[in-house]
C-alpha cells in the first residue's frame, strides 16, 4: 500500500475537540469518511500515470482529466491537514506574530479576516470548503467546491475548514454558520497555520 493513501491518526483523542466537535463525528468523519477516500484513491491510483509522485503533484495533475482520482486525492490531501488545522482549547485572537502581521496587510485585520472567513464557508454552495492560501505573494481567502482546494487554483493553502455536511450535521443539524464560529473560535490550530505559511513562502 502507497504511503500517500494511508490514513492517518488522529492527533488527538476522538473526544478531545468537544463540544464543539463530538466524538461521533469525529468518529464517522475520520473512521469512514477519510477512510473511503484513502480505500477509493488507492484503488484509483493503479494505473493512471500517477504513481510515483507526490500526493500534492497526484492532486494537481488529476485535476481536470482524471475526476475519480482527482475527488478521492483532493479530499484524502484536504483531510490530512483538516486534522493539523484543529486542537483542543484551540482558536482565539494571539496568532503568531509574522502570520498576524500577513492578515493586517493582506487580510485588514483579524476581525475583519474571520468574517469573511466565516462568510466563504457559509456561501459555499453545497458541499465545499473554506480556505485562507498564499498566492501570488499574499495572503487571500477564498472557497471551493467538493474536493477542490487552492492548490488546483495557483496557490498554497494554509487554513482549511471542511463545509461538507458531515463535518458538522451530527452536531449543529443545518446550522453551518454556526458550526463555523464555533470552530474558528475554539478550534483553529494557529502553529500549523504558522508552519504551512512559513513553508508556502519558502
Do not use: C
Not at 464560529?181 to 508556502?200: G, I, R, S, T
Amino acid at each position: 500500500m502507497s504511503t500517500k493513501f494511508t490514513l492517518p491518526p488522529l492527533p488527538y483523542a476522538y473526544d478531545a475537540l468537544g463540544p464543539y466537535m463530538s466524538a461521533e463525528t469525529l468518529e464517522f468523519h475520520h473512521d469512514k469518511h477519510h477512510q473511503a477516500y484513502v480505500t477509493n484513491g488507492e484503488k484509483l491510483l493503479e494505473g493512471s500515470g500517477l504513481e510515483i509522485l507526490p500526493l500534492e503533484d497526484i492532486v494537481k495533475e488529476s485535476y481536470g482529466k482524471n475526476a475519480g482520482l482527482f475527488n478521492n486525492a483532493g479530499q484524502h490531501y484536504n483531510h490530512v491537514h483538516f486534522w493539523n488545522w484543529m486542537k483542543p482549547n484551540g482558536g482565539g485572537k494571539s496568532l503568531p506574530a509574522k502570520l498576524q502581521a500577513a492578515i493586517d496587510s493582506d487580510l485588514g485585520g483579524f476581525d475583519k479576516f474571520r468574517a469573511d472567513f466565516i462568510a466563504a464557508g457559509t456561501t459555499q454552495f453545497g458541499s465545499g470548503w473554506a480556505w485562507l492560501s498564499f498566492k501570488n505573494g499574499k495572503l487571500e481567502v477564498t472557497k471551493t467546491p467538493n474536493g477542490e482546494s487552492p492548490l488546483v487554483h495557483g496557490g498554497k493553502p494554509i487554513l482549511g475548514v471542511d463545509v461538507w455536511e458531515h463535518s458538522y450535521y451530527i452536531d449543529y443539524r443545518n446550522a453551518r454558520p454556526k458550526y463555523l464560529e464555533a470552530w474558528f473560535d475554539n478550534l483553529v490550530n494557529w502553529e500549523h497555520v504558522e508552519h504551512m505559511f512559513e513553508e508556502a513562502r519558502g
